[in-house]
């Protein structure tokens, strides 16, 4: 452990950060396939993780990749996979299996541009629907999606730590710029006591039921080989677990998997608000472009200009009534996103009940959007 | 009888998930009593028995017994289980999957796991059909057969599914019928005990769809079907082409040893740790 005088600051690329963050959070079982832009974090934990007690395998595809992390997290241990775009989409059907059996997984989307193959080595910001809404059925999401290195670091170790906190399948986005770029920063230092472990089990094996009556609560939780042989299935199920049929346990399974996220919105979002207190004109941008986006804002303060920028980190759940809060006195939202109108969908959606004007940039060719573009819809606003 | 019912109840959710769904006739009641005596005559404790499966009916099997059941997606079994038993190796980790699950829409993850020779026991239970659907034909469906999506006849070649196992590296492979149950108990038992991936291939019976599309009579028929046309691996192989017709050999079919995948692991993390004196 680093003396805390003496700084650990390393040059690191967003992809290694969420390596590191994920040995920091206790990642013990990692299952991928080689995707460009997200290769880098498989490669770097097939290095670390046998040499940290930690088990490493390439499988033959992305269904195997969530499949077998899905397997590893059931027999207890904490697990990560990493992909990108086509891959990402490979993966819904498991996703979902995450989320209706409750089990604990990260998946990282180094998000690249689309549809279909597209542009491997370009970024983009295009999967946020799909982070949301990408495998049949109804499955509340919870997504993360960092702006530097530093927080790929941090949002890598939150993203296991709300996935065995909440027992489902949390997705770590990133994008192709902000996974290669490289940064130095300073390792925080771990601390033990924050990252979350799961509570097992004291009651008799026979009493033992796999899934909490009360979604308001978090249960514990057994691992298979741990004596309490349970059944675990893609089905809807009873609270042993078991398949049913019976619509009085398919509504208390189906809302469980609702409210474990609505009720504890406090604890699952996360934003940055800059300058927004006084703001009458907004930027509203997550990731990669979120870094443009401060810039521009930053210029426009120099020049006495009222513009601030909202920043979701937390992506799913939507930050909905923090936005209704800080936008009471916005007029005008500029939405720069590499996508065509993923945030801003959701964001007319939540301010449906105002006055604001939006603003789109929107960018699907690889190339980033850049502070002056950002400036320049800023002057245009305020004409 | 050296295996009274009450023993075997020890291992099934009896009272709790029985009746089955399993259609009249269906051999897969006689696979899973094959599996569970196994079990007991191995002596194996109940929570170190994983048993994993996909979709379909054979794959309906984990929920009737009394071990850690994992009932994944459609395909995928092997996948899950590899996940399993990658984290805990000391687990007896057994897939039980059908012709469909595992050689069409799990055909990669079966080839895979073979080729790794990851210790896992995969029983294939091959009725020739997709049931749980309702009877489209799958990869074992012979040509020239019927099903629901074949109205004028099957004209897809078949897989050899111990052929594709062998091939893709499986280091115990066996294949025996719902009919040769006393062979099937022997089979499971040693793919338990082999170090490696083993696969049992097992010819079963689907009277009420495959048998009925077809003509193949009651589910007796159906045995005496498979009783006729199983050859002992040693006899069939002195088999000329023209005495082989539509025979099949049963038994054991290839055992042999190599590196298990992770115990191979193991070493490979061991191998990492600091040796004594270094730094």
Known sequence: MAKKSKKNIVLMQGNEAIARGAIAAGVNFFAGYPITPSTEVAEILSIELPKNGGKFIQMEDEIASISAIIGGSLAGAKVMTATSGPGFSLMQEGIGYAKITETPCVVVNVMRGGPSTGLPTKPSQSDIMQTRWGSHGDSPAIVLYPNSVLESYELSIRAVNLAEKYRTCVILLSDEVLGHMREAIEIPEIDESKIIKRIKPNTPPEWYKHYPENPKYISPVASIGEGYRFHVTGLTHDSFGFPTNRADEAEIMNDRLKKKITHHLDDLIQVEDYMMDDAKIAVFAAGITSRAAKEAVRNSRAKRHKVGMFRPLTIWPFPEQMIRDKFKDVKAVIVPELAEGQLLGELKRVLRKTNIKFYPIQKTNGELITPDDISEAIKEVRK | ?279
């Open chain 2, 1 to 279: 009888m050296k295996i009274p019912q009450k023993r075997v109840h020890k291992f099934l959710r009896h009272g709790k998930k029985f009746p089955h769904v399993w259609c009249p006739g269906c051999s897969n009641g006689i696979v899973l009593g094959a599996i569970i005596r196994a079990v007991d005559e191995l002596g194996y404790e109940k929570d170190d028995m994983a048993m994993v499966s996909g979709i379909g009916c054979s794959s309906r099997m984990p929920v009737y017994v009394d071990f850690n059941t994992l009932h994944t997606l459609h395909g995928r079994a092997l996948a899950y289980a590899t996940g399993v038993k990658m984290v805990k190796p000391e687990m007896n980790v057994c897939v039980v999957t059908g012709d469909g699950d595992s050689t069409a829409i799990g055909g990669n993850h079966l080839i895979h796991a073979a080729r790794r020779n990851i210790d896992l026991t995969v029983i294939v239970i091959n009725n020739n059909i997709y049931g749980m659907t309702g009877g489209q034909y799958s990869p074992t469906t012979p040509t020239g057969d019927f099903a629901t999506t074949t109205p004028y006849g099957n004209i897809d070649p078949v897989f050899d599914i111990c052929k594709l196992a062998e091939g893709a590296g499986a280091t115990f492979v066996a294949r025996t019928t719902a009919y040769h149950v006393v062979e099937a108990q022997s089979i499971i038992k040693q793919a338990f005990e082999h170090k490696g991936f083993s696969i049992v291939e097992i010819v079963s019976a689907c009277p009420v769809i495959y048998g009925k599309l077809n003509k193949k009579g009651d589910a007796p028929a159906m045995m005496r079907d498979m009783k006729e046309r199983a050859i002992p691996v040693k006899a069939f192989e002195k088999l000329t082409p023209e005495q082989v017709g539509n025979k099949y050999s049963r038994g054991i079919l290839v055992n042999i040893k190599k590196p298990e995948y992770t115990a191979e692991y193991t070493k490979l993390m061991d191998s990492l740790q600091p040796q004594k004196g270094d730094k």
